[in-house]
């Protein structure tokens, strides 16, 4: 099913859109899956690291997986691909924070103890690992994605990727929703209409506590 002849047309061949979505997928479960074992190693218990309500999805690890893949997979030099990642990715991390912090009036991450931390969003210290991340993944993991997914059978492909890009849109529309509204029952805002009702019914603190366990409403100290 997976074999292709010489002659056939190849799914999401290159750096493409196609492509892209298929990296920032295998970084969103990648990431999440991750950061349940680090803390499963530091604490001993499996916590939820779910940054969407459906399925153990993070987005910041997918845009990070694509962002790689769109500056970085064009080097061959690892000292060039290490400090591309250290600056991408320690940059990337903070504009996740400081936008979570400024929509949502919540922080997931707190590195204000770290050494040569940056307003506690990134640190040096998870700038090198975002380093040695990209290294992994450029000369790793991109090369077998790509690979497998241009594999893949091009009605095939086009069929799955469309169904889960709506997946992806609803998922992020519901969550975002979800946690801007649960900003608003903070800040004591009454429901004003039925959509407002539907997310205090369906998605109310309880629900997300579980899903957000690192999550935590407070300021992130300079």
Known sequence: MFMKKNDEKLFAEGICFKKAFWVFMFGCLFGTFWEMFNHFLHYGNWVSRSALIYGPLNPVYGFGAVIFMVFLVKYEN????????????GGFEYFCSLLQEKVFG????????????????????????????????????????????????????????????????IDISVSVAALFRQKERALGVVPHSKVDLFFDEYYPDERLDKIYENMRREKIRS
């Open 106 to 169: 919540t922080i997931s991450w707190n590195y204000s103890n770290r050494f040569l931390n940056i307003g506690g969003r990134t640190s040096l210290f998870y700038m090198v690992c975002w380093g040695i991340l990209a290294i992994i993944f450029v000369k790793c993991l991109y090369p077998i994605i790509s690979k497998y997914v241009e594999l893949v059978p091009v009605s095939v492909g086009n069929l799955v990727t469309t169904l889960l890009v709506i997946f992806m849109i």
């Open 78 to 89: 690892p000292i060039k691909i290490f400090f591309g990642g250290m600056f991408l990715g």
